[in-house]
């Protein structure tokens, strides 16, 4: 059964930089295409980034605007989230999810999933 666990949460001033990861276990990333979703209070998860397993193929999110990034160590068997000029805005419970096909761009495309990590963006 594939497991995923997600670090790097926190506490981070606006404009600050803070990078995620996400531990996979009992599976490959090699064979599942990963993404990064966040719930914010009172709204619906949405997807920050995701990645195709094979093709490094890459969507993110519309509020990204080019200020996140989504990598992955296969060797490491981890796929990062690098988030960069952080806002208040971007203040959420982010998720690790793993996919078996492809595009996977929503919640419901996603199997398996971590138990989050909350960020906090202080203005």
């Known amino acids: 059964q594939v497991q995923l666990v997600e670090s790097g949460g926190g506490l981070v001033q606006a404009g600050g930089s803070r990078r995620l990861s996400c531990k996979m276990s009992?599976?490959?990333?090699?064979?599942?295409?990963m993404g990064w979703f966040r719930q914010m209070t009172t709204k619906e998860r949405e997807m920050v980034a995701a990645?195709?397993?094979?093709?490094?193929?890459?969507e993110y999110g519309d509020f990204v605007k080019g200020r996140f990034t989504i990598s992955r160590d296969d060797a490491k068997n981890t796929v990062y989230l690098q988030m960069d000029n952080l806002e208040p805005e971007d203040t959420a419970v982010y998720y690790c999810?793993?996919?078996?096909?492809?595009?996977?761009?929503?919640?419901?495309?996603?199997?398996?999933w971590g138990q989050g990590t909350q960020v906090t963006v202080s203005s």
């Open positions: 990645q195709h397993w094979g093709s490094f193929v890459t």
């Open positions: 999810a793993a996919a078996l096909d492809w595009p996977a761009v929503t919640p419901q495309d996603y199997k398996f």
């Open positions: 009992g599976g490959s990333l090699n064979w599942h295409s």
